[in-house]
């Protein structure tokens, strides 16, 4: 059984940073990709950023050059920094494991909300 908890979340205006934390429980970690994925309310859950065991890294266009993904194995736990926020940015933050063949584990969410 995965575990992923999700934290880092808050209420911040814009042009301001918050950095999102996701720890893993009851798998390798250090073997699986890792991810955060986002849903507005009304919209469909998107790719944020993704980043392999080998650390490379894959960002939703919006997101490119403003958001980091990071991960250290020995903690299990996979970073999401956030810079530069925007209104558009508010969304339920979820964090995700890759199985290998698909998307198959995830957190319960961390809210984030800018304001204007």
């Known amino acids: 059984q995965v575990a992923l908890v999700e934290s880092g979340g808050g209420l911040v205006q814009a042009g301001g940073s918050l950095r999102l934390s996701c720890v893993a429980s009851g798998s390798i970690f250090s073997i699986n990709t890792m991810g955060w994925y986002r849903q507005a309310p009304g919209k469909q859950r998107e790719l944020v950023a993704a980043i392999t065991t080998g650390g490379t890294t894959t960002y939703a266009d919006s997101m490119k050059g403003r958001f980091t993904i990071s991960r250290d194995n020995a903690k299990a736990t996979v970073y999401l920094q956030m810079n530069s926020l925007k209104p558009e940015d508010t969304a339920l933050y979820y964090c995700?494991?890759?199985?290998?063949?698909?998307?198959?584990?995830w957190g319960q969410g961390t809210q984030v909300t800018v304001t204007s």
């Open positions: 995700a494991r890759n199985s290998g063949s698909s998307w198959s584990d």
